[in-house]
């Protein structure tokens, strides 16, 4: 597979083209402006590291009436395997007083759903929230131990691990302008 920027990927088996990604964001951004066009000051949280280039896209696909306001956390549960390690680690949550505000997570995936779960909840406990939405690129449900749903997805896919677009392998392959499977490890 070659990338955007000519670089040839071997073990990579491309899914959703950069177009077809663009495509479906802009719709995204669309639809969730048109839900949230009466929230005054909606506050936008990206969770790094794989949402900031799902997170970069959308916003600018995002119009309302009023400006958004723009945070990030960390979150992690997988550490560097292929495998969830049952526990959410929060290395930077660091946010402002956005107590009461409309708050949209941005996710890169729900996979097992402990991430988004423990997010979530742990925004209506800190912030009493007067909306709280969660938009994620990729869903995929076969895989969930904790039931969520999320209210946004760009595209829901099966039981594949997958690479690119802010998703890594073991710190790798986050650049890929491309949704891929990752076939080898090597
Ligand atoms: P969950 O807590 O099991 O829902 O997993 C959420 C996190 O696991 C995501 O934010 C990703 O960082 C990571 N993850 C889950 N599935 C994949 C995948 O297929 N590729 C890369 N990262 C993944
Ligand atoms: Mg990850």
């Given at each position: ?24 964001i ?68 660091d ?12 996710e ?9 779960t ?6 209506r ?5 007067a909306s ?17 749903e ?15 677009y ?16 990752l076939?080898?490890?090597?």
């Amino acid at each position: 597979m070659q990338t955007g920027t000519g670089r040839a990927v071997s073990n990579i088996r491309e899914l959703y083209s950069a177009k077809q990604i663009s495509d479906r964001i802009a719709e995204m951004g669309r639809q969730i402006s048109e839900d949230m066009k009466g929230c005054e000051r909606p506050v936008v949280i990206g969770v790094m590291k794989g949402a900031i280039i799902f997170m970069a896209d959308l916003v600018r696909n995002m119009a309302g009436k009023d400006p958004l306001q723009i945070e990030f956390v960390r979150l992690s549960s997988y550490g560097s395997a292929t495998e969830s390690s049952g526990t959410v680690q929060a290395p930077y949550l660091d946010l402002p007083n956005i107590k009461n505000r409309h708050i949209l997570v941005v996710e890169d995936i729900v996979d097992s759903g402990r991430t988004a779960t423990f997010f979530l909840q742990y925004l209506r406990d800190q912030f009493d929230p007067a909306s709280l939405r969660l938009a994620v690129f990729l869903d995929k449900p076969s895989r969930r131990v904790v039931p969520i749903e999320a209210d946004y997805v760009g595209f829901t896919i099966d039981d594949l691990f997958v690479v690119g677009y802010g998703l890594d392998y073991s710190e790798k392959y986050r650049e890929l302008p491309f949704l891929g499977e990752l076939l080898s490890t090597d």
